[in-house]
């Protein structure tokens, strides 16, 4: 009777950050919004090039409105040239705040939908293992508590299937899973952002 309790209620282990950093759907994922990344930020350095040399050519617009060699009307004209000027770098302004905005949101999203699309793949290769095996409940030893501990404090490594499924999961694949990750560069407009499960 309690064999048979015991073999009902099988539990193995996980380490889903291993999965995750490990599998190669994970690391291509990171390529692409690495490559992402560069582009917006070269996009952006582009932007803010533009905005400083029209900021240097008002500056030397209002250098020249003072200046006392020239007739008034030049000085008006001149006035009124730093105005318009003034009202093209402040829309300039405008419109690369707006696109860095787009630009994190842009990448904010994609990281979200990669990261939402792997775990999905690894939770039900972990699912069909677990299940295959006749475990009843898989744990995660990576997984942390909202204080930062380890949600699981003791594990054996008899029951740990991380290795098995990371197997399953880079079969065939078409990159080196040995390969270290990705590190994605943040782009200059960027807070810190990490693509940890």
Known sequence: MGGSALAQNKIATVDLRK???NYYKTKLAQAAIQERASQ???DDKSMRDDFNKANDDYQQLLAQENDQAISDDERDRRKQSAADKLKQ???RK?????YERQAQATLSDQR???RDSVLKEIQTAVSAKAQAEGYFLVFDTAAETV????MVVYHGSEN???DEILKQLNAGAPID??????TIPTPSFMGTFTNSP
């Open 112 to 114: 979200q939908r990669m």
């Open 19 to 21: 999965l995750f950093d």
């Open 160 to 162: 740990d299937l991380t």
């Open 147 to 150: 204080n930062n501990t380890a």
């Open 177 to 182: 899973t040995t390969a270290p990750a990705v």
């Open 40 to 42: 917006l930020d070269k």
């Open 94 to 98: 405008t419109a690369i705040d707006q």
């Open 89 to 91: 770098l402040e829309d």
